[in-house]
């Protein structure tokens, strides 16, 4: 079996040269390309509380292997570029934002917003769609909820894809607010400085506080200041659109709120708990993608999770970042959906 052989189907590859063949390799999908987007099949609205609607979209061939797509944040919205890494004649991929995230209601909410309500959300929305068993996706908070929802839900799940792997527990939250000074000091220092002095030795909830004041316009600001933080450390080069992008005021608010509400309350779940139940999901097929150089969720959290879990194809992408919709991690993603296919069908 050659290099590359190995590179496409996900085997482990410990070095930066072996790694760096999925990038000089073509693309083996369009799923970095903006003609990929698709358009949903289907879209509708569930009700799940008293408080809380979500938006649901679902995407490619009715008939094809389902799957849950689960976007990041927590707070982030899905979009149609993080579906490009499906094939759409292959897979009937449903997605939906998550508790008052994108088009879900009400927009930023944090009341009855726990892991547990996503949880259940999820098992809802797949019942109502009469789906058995799905292979369920995410990247950054949307691993952290996918290992969440297969440890609590074993028995529905086909397989797992998981990117920029984000666990929330204490490692994971004290890198984002104080690790990554260390790679971007200078975006840090701006990040830091939002704050009282006095404040800065825990600015996850320095932060927290004035996104849940009360106030519109603090609320605001922090949002804009905690946001523009997150954008500017996600790509590999700087990307002034993106960053643009996330700043929108209504999203920024939303994904910075129920960020640090997860982050503050350790993603509603014991302090080592994903890891420590991984073997309740260890016999089902997975594939683990993650960049070397992602600052946003460092790699050691993806190799823990690779070695609780040695069954999983682990793919290692060398030049790249936290963002997941082009460029070669949106070709390995799309690589890793067809090894599953493969197995799947």
């Not at 579906?83 to 209601?105: C, E, W």
């Not at 949002?223 to 080069?237: I, V």
């Not at 350790?266 to 260890?282: H, V």
Request: net charge negative.
């Amino acid at each position: 079996m050659t290099e590359a052989k190995r590179v496409l189907e996900g085997k482990i590859y410990p070095s930066d040269e072996k790694a760096q063949l999925f990038n000089n390799m073509e693309p083996q999908s369009s799923a970095s390309g903006a003609a990929s987007l698709a358009q949903p099949v289907q879209e509708f609205r569930l009700p799940v509380s008293d408080l809380h609607e979500l938006s649901v979209l679902e995407y490619g061939n009715p008939k094809g292997i389902p799957a849950v797509f689960l976007h990041g944040g927590p707070g982030a919205g899905v979009s149609a570029k993080q579906i490009a890494s499906f094939d759409l004649n292959t897979y009937r991929v449903i997605t939906f934002d998550q508790r008052g995230a994108g088009r879900s209601t009400p927009i930023a909410e944090i009341v009855e917003n726990t892991t547990q309500h996503l949880i259940a959300d999820m098992d809802t929305l797949r019942k109502k769609l009469g789906i058995k068993r799905w292979l369920v996706a995410g990247g950054s908070w949307g691993s952290c909820l996918s290992l969440a929802y297969g440890i609590a839900h074993p028995q529905h799940c086909l397989g797992f894809r998981l990117h920029g792997i984000f666990l929330c527990g204490q490692e994971d939250v004290d890198w984002w607010f104080h690790g990554c000074r260390a790679i971007f000091p200078d975006h840090w220092q701006e990040f830091a400085e939002f704050v009282q002095e006095s404040e800065r030795a825990d600015l996850l909830a320095a932060y927290y506080t004035r996104l849940t004041s009360g106030d519109p316009v603090q609320e605001q600001t922090a949002a804009q200041s905690l946001r523009g933080f997150s954008a500017r450390t996600q790509t590999f080069e700087p990307d002034t659109n993106h960053v643009s992008e996330l700043l929108k005021p209504e999203a920024a608010l939303a994904v910075s709120r129920i960020f640090t509400h997860y982050c503050i309350n350790r993603a509603f779940l014991p302090e080592n708990y994903l890891i420590g139940s991984i073997d309740r999901i260890r016999h089902l097929p997975a594939e683990i993608v993650q960049a070397r150089y992602d600052t946003v969720t460092p790699m050691m959290t993806a190799w823990k999770l690779k070695e609780a879990w040695p069954e999983a194809g682990f793919t290692i992408v060398t030049l790249a970042n936290h963002q997941s919709t082009i460029g070669p991690m949106a070709d390995a993603l799309a690589a890793a959906s067809a090894r599953l296919a493969r197995q799947l069908v």
